[in-house]
């Protein structure tokens, strides 16, 4: 089904509902729709033509909510972009994804164009609140009407609707093809995973990401809910958003809660309407789900990933702390090893899934769709184990397991222990090369304000809950732990430094 038919779907249900709030703002969905045609409407007269590629450089707020709308209502295929990325990291999206117009603000425009040279050879540019920048338009020319009824086309199921950027590894970032319908099967989805039109859901996650845009803005609007927009980490504004808004449902990275538990510790309000808590796309250590549920509530860990969104999750009352959950409705889970053949409960394999909210494809690179989805399969390079109740254990990437005298260590399980020491707010184990053992045990680590610990004493630590084998051979000391786009940590960064600092490396 096209994404508008199910916008209309839930307009019509409840038009007097506030579908979207950002702030003291708010529209209703019968306003949401009005202006999203607008939009449309506009975007088309503009001379923009349906499968035209619409890059949006903003932040979370209405801008980007009413603009992305309005472009998959007049048929053009969404580029949200991270406004973390630098000047030519924006200038590949652009040119890979071939954009005919660009959407942004002011300050993020003007950084831009300093080390984007393809910002400048696009003829059709809107920026908000700022009509004196050469050869743009005002967004708000956007938002009002033309005057006259413009026609907008019918979407079919099968257009691609958006393509979102992943923040990329050895390679260029890979653009990820998104249809009508596996946004909308992700709407579907997430409606078993409780976000119906009883909850007001706070997307504080960047709306750039799949997560922001398609699991949570999208996925409630097609289900009815209201969707309270927030900055990424701006916890008083979440904090208010539960106090003013009572809302019901948050879906977040750990560092996001981690913020979220300490900014409602120090400066308590009112969240005694919240009911779901749902947190992915990192570790979420057990001792972050300890001290977040007497809090705030308990935290059901969910797992998922730009390519397909949710695969898994905890049932709210059914939680197994440190677990993945179980597959969602629909999805089909494999555990393979290296040959292809299913594993044992118990054992090591990769995961690789199916379903109907899966990716079509990386935008203009048939060879990686190729290698990712084999025999029907989608081969999500992460690796897992299964218990005899069909819980999902998380064991890291395939990339990031680090064998040490031939035996495999996941570095998610010693970064747990690591979070039980009460001084660490971040860790991330890396392995580096050791002539001996092949690979060595490293640990990042960031303390939390005003805590100490020393070396050793965290190495001693961590050996009374693991292997020796597992234990960190050396702990390095960091304020902040690097991180991508999204909020999570780089550890193919940390491994690179790891790497160069061999011959400083040596063991306490």
């Not at 809107?126 to 005057?147: C, K, M, N, P, Q």
């Not at 019901?248 to 750990?254: A, M, Q, W």
Request: net charge negative; glycine share 10%.
């Amino acid at each position: 089904m096209p994404i508008v038919d199910g916008l209309q779907r839930s307009r019509n249900r409840n038009p007097d509902k506030v579908a979207i709030a950002f702030g003291g703002q708010s529209w209703t969905y019968a306003a949401f729709d009005e202006i999203t045609d607008h939009i449309a409407g506009n975007l088309l007269a503009a001379g923009l033509e349906p499968g035209d590629r619409v890059v949006f450089h903003l932040l979370n707020g209405p801008e980007i909510a009413l603009v992305g709308v309005g472009c998959l209502k007049a048929g053009c295929i969404a580029v949200p972009v991270n406004p973390r990325l630098k000047g030519p990291e924006i200038d590949y999206v652009l040119r890979h994804s071939g954009a005919a117009c660009y959407v942004g603000q002011p300050d993020l425009y003007a950084e831009t164009t300093k080390s984007c040279p393809a910002i400048s050879a696009l003829d059709l540019k809107y920026i908000t609140g700022d009509t004196a920048v050469v050869r743009t338009r005002s967004l708000e020319e956007l938002f009002r009407s033309a005057g006259r009824p413009v026609s907008l086309p019918d979407v079919a199921s099968h257009q691609i609707a958006a393509i979102f950027y992943t923040s990329g590894t050895t390679t260029r970032p890979k653009g990820v093809t998104h249809t009508h319908e596996t946004l909308t099967q992700t709407a579907d989805a997430m409606r078993h995973m409780l976000l119906d039109e009883n909850q007001v859901a706070v997307v504080m996650s960047s709306m750039a990401h799949l997560i922001g845009f398609g699991m949570l803005f999208l996925s409630g609007l097609l289900n009815g809910a209201t969707i309270v927009i927030t900055r990424p980490f701006d916890f008083d504004s979440i904090l208010e958003s539960y106090e003013r808004r009572r809302a019901t449902y948050v879906v977040g990275l750990p560092v996001m809660f981690r913020g979220l538990l300490q900014a409602q510790v120090e400066t308590p309000h009112d969240v005694a309407s919240g009911r779901f808590y749902f947190c992915g796309g990192d570790s979420v250590p057990p001792a972050l789900q300890r001290a977040f549920q007497p809090v705030w509530g308990t935290i059901c860990e969910v797992y998922g990933m730009t390519e397909i969104t949710p695969l898994s999750w905890n049932r709210p009352g059914r939680v197994r702390a440190g677990s993945i959950g179980q597959p969602g409705e629909g999805i089909e889970f494999r555990l393979v090893d290296t040959s292809g053949a299913e594993v044992k409960t118990g054992e090591v394999g990769e995961i690789c899934v199916r379903g109907a909210q899966l990716t079509t494809g990386y935008w203009q690179d048939p060879d990686a769709t190729a290698e990712a989805t084999r025999d029907g399969w989608f081969h999500t390079g992460d690796l897992a184990t299964r218990d005899a109740d069909d819980y999902y254990w998380f064991a890291g990437r395939k990339k990031d397991i680090i064998i040490r005298g031939g035996s495999n260590i996941s570095p998610r399980e010693v970064e747990a222990a690591l979070y039980e020491h009460p001084a660490v707010g971040e860790a991330a184990v890396v392995g580096r090369p050791d002539d001996v053992w092949g690979e060595a045990v490293v640990a990042y680590v960031a303390l939390r304000p005003g805590q100490m610990v020393t070396e050793a004493g965290l190495i001693a630590f961590v050996r009374e809950r693991l292997d020796d084998y597992k234990t960190p051979e050396r702990i390095i000391f960091q304020t902040e732990l690097p991180k991508n786009p999204t909020g999570k940590i780089q550890r193919r960064a940390l491994r690179q430094t790891a790497h160069s600092m061999v011959s400083q490396l040596e063991p306490v």
